[in-house]
């Protein structure tokens, strides 16, 4: 049954999801808790993500503890969501740019300037990762029946509440 939380954010456990290997389960865990909408983030394939596999071996050298990660598809994403009754809401890339460079960079003002140029030319909306995405409920749950009704603190003991 969902609980009173109107939307779960995936913020506690932000980027873990390329990391899990029964990630299909933890969507269905999310949704089952949320009454209204989870919001979540993913890399996807449909990026520059794409090459990634093939750049693996610089990118270790550049950073020295990397680890490999699983790339989505939004349609994959958005089928794991279906199966529990959550339909896509919105969904925005969050870099064009991969990561690798911003670190290797080191100069915020040099990767913000870089990352607005991406956005101005709309990359970053057609090929952004990792994505943010918000799925909602497609149905809505009614509030659970109460067999009592909800009294201030100072009324219950009157009540027998």
Avoid at 36 to 62: I, Q
Avoid at 79 to 87: I, L, R
Avoid at 130 to 154: G, H, Q
Wanted: charged letters at 25%; hydrophobic letters at 40%.
């Amino acid at each position: 049954m969902p609980s009173p939380i109107f939307l779960v954010f995936w913020s506690g456990t932000r980027r873990t999801r390329p990391h899990c290997g029964r990630w299909p389960a933890l969507v269905g865990e999310l949704c089952r808790v949320a009454r209204r909408a989870v919001v979540v983030d993913y890399p996807t394939l449909e990026s520059l993500n794409r090459v990634a596999p093939a750049l693996f071996g610089a990118k270790k050298r550049l950073e020295g503890n990397t680890r490999t990660f699983t790339l989505f598809t939004h349609r994959e994403v958005e089928a794991a969501f279906k199966a529990v009754g959550f339909a896509p809401a919105g969904r925005i890339g969050e870099f064009f740019l991969p990561m690798v460079l911003h670190r290797t960079l080191r100069c915020r003002p040099c990767s913000a300037a870089l990352e607005a140029a991406c956005r101005g030319l709309g990359l970053t909306r057609r090929w952004g990762s990792p994505v943010v995405a918000r799925f909602s409920r497609e149905t809505v749950l009614k509030e659970p029946a109460r067999k009592t009704p909800l009294l201030p603190l100072w009324q219950r003991g009157k009540q027998g509440v």
